[in-house]
């Protein structure tokens, strides 16, 4: 085991991060994380469902139900920059004096990446606001293009001196246009939201985990949308917040001992998005739809993904209702046992031994859990992580959503159940937070902090190993129920770089 010092504990405790979770975090990079073991893809029939016409509709209008009832809450973590949306510019602007014609003639990927942009710069929602801000400066963007004189182009789309998109949050960053008019990623998610989340009251709950760095220009923008979109029929309750720095995991070196930067101090890194567990735990809310801020569309293409949120939202509720009543007879000793076992084998996919001691306290234990639903796309080649049936340690098979790089690719078997999927997953899921009994669970309680994830990084030009807590939607709900839901790819349309933006799924309807 690493040395643990006294200023150690220290700097640990200036994170909120107590000694025995310090020993905890080190013995994780000495031990390893261990993979985890696969039995067999998830497939359509076989752990994802694909409802067909008749129990979409019966779902949506379920899901539409309920609104009057349940407090619903769309949470988006949007607290990542845009670095990397912009980091082929920022290399070909940091690495050359001028950028002409002739270097993006380079094969290189910056070179081939700056190319793309700059050729259809005014395909970009924000080409009005680019060209405003080099014009202050005395620059004609068109002027710049006509003559091949790209490096101004770059610093303004990037630094200070302009748009400084490269150090914003990615939702600041603009996605679309409208007729001249555009909007950030995080005005979309106001715009989506009206239609699926909005109650009967006409009230929209939208809760943003921001970095404390950008606060006061995102609840600035939050004020300018809010004024914009909001009516005498429809009101937004906007939150935010932080991920917090007891969150954060210790660095260490390649010998697993603590890692300390150029000036001696001792390095604790963000835990990843696992991390926002805490924040999810907080949040005042019976349903909760999670999707990353990137995943965005125009308005022209929201309505098939409203569509699938309130068929998944639709299933949920479905799942809860009875769920909450075998609890309810549990409790009040008239439950059926025979209705509860086929239920959990059929509906939730859980496997109840063929015979139960103390069915009470089983069942109870197997029901009083969160739930989440999980839409699944077709795997077309985009990266993400993938539904699976997995073995845990008590010997169930359950539903998980697995990353590779959870899975030993050198064991044959685990290779080939990994290139049998079929599915992978674009983090578009419902969640149901409130027991039977109307109390928020205590989501600390049914995740696995085994399921860590350790990487290789560097600081101050020295290599590190950096640990993320377990994912969000992988470890940190590894206890939750589970369920699959085929959703069209049409809903998952991410922006990780920005020449994302040029697909035609983000461009203005023809």
């Known amino acids: 085991m690493a040395t643990i010092s006294e200023n150690l504990i220290t700097a640990a405790e200036s994170h909120g991060i107590s000694k025995k979770e310090l020993e905890r975090q080190i013995a994780l990079f000495v031990e390893g994380v261990p993979f985890i073991k696969l039995d067999r893809p998830a497939t359509v029939g076989d752990g994802i469902l694909k409802p067909d016409q008749h129990e979409i509709e019966d779902l949506m209008n379920k899901y539409k139900q309920s609104l009057s009832s349940l407090s619903v809450l769309k949470f988006v973590p949007a607290s990542g920059a845009a670095s990397r949306m912009f980091r082929d510019l920022e290399a070909m602007l940091n690495n050359h004096e001028t950028i002409s014609f002739e270097q993006l003639d380079s094969e290189t990927t910056e070179a081939q990446f700056t190319k793309i942009f700059v050729e259809n710069l ?36 990037l630094t200070e001196k302009g748009l400084n998109y490269a150090s914003m949050p990615k939702a600041l960053i603009e996605f679309h246009s409208y007729n001249g008019e555009s909007r950030n990623a995080m005005e979309e998610h106001f715009h989506e939201s009206l239609l699926f989340a909005k109650n009967e009251s006409g009230a929209v709950r939208i809760h943003f985990t921001i970095s404390p760095e950008f606060e006061e220009k995102t609840r600035q923008e939050i004020d300018a949308i809010v004024s914009r979109l909001q009516t005498g029929a429809i009101s937004f309750d906007v939150s935010l917040s932080f991920q917090q720095s007891s969150t954060d995991t210790i660095a260490v070196t390649p010998d697993n001992e603590p890692f300390k930067d150029d000036a001696g101090n001792f390095v604790f890194r963000p835990g990843g998005h696992g991390a926002l567990l805490n924040n999810l735990n907080k949040l005042d809310a019976d349903i909760v739809f999670i999707k990353n801020i990137d995943n965005i569309v125009p308005d022209y293409l929201k309505n098939i993904t409203a569509k699938w949120k309130q068929v998944i939202g639709g299933y949920l509720v479905d799942l809860k209702e009875n769920v909450h009543r075998f609890l309810n007879d549990i409790d009040a000793g008239s439950a059926n046992y025979d209705e509860i076992k086929a239920f959990c084998r059929d509906k939730l996919k859980l496997l109840p031994p063929s015979v139960d001691d103390n069915p009470n306290d089983y069942y109870r234990n197997m029901l009083n859990r969160p739930i989440r639903v999980c839409g699944m796309v077709r795997n077309e080649g985009e990266p993400g992580g993938g539904p699976f049936w997995v073995h845990e340690s008590n010997g169930r098979i359950s539903l998980q959503i697995v990353e590779s790089s959870q899975i030993d690719i050198n064991n044959n078997t685990q290779k080939k159940i990994l290139e049998q999927s079929t599915h992978f997953n674009p983090v578009d899921l419902v969640c149901l937070l409130t027991d039977y009994k109307g109390k928020p669970f205590v989501l600390d309680k049914f995740s696995n902090p085994k399921t860590a994830f350790i990487a290789e990084k560097s600081k101050d030009g020295k290599k590190l190993k950096a640990l993320e807590r377990p994912g969000l939607w992988n470890g940190a709900m590894e206890n939750w129920i589970t369920l699959f839901v085929e959703v069209p790819i049409e809903t998952f349309n991410p922006v990780k770089t920005v020449n994302d933006l040029l697909r035609p799924q983000h461009q203005p309807e023809k």
């Open 122 to 157: 005014q395909h970009f929602a924000f080409f009005a606001k680019l060209k405003e801000v080099l014009a202050k400066d005395n620059y004609s963007l068109e002027k710049l293009l006509h003559e091949g004189n790209f490096k101004p182009i770059l610093d303004y789309t």
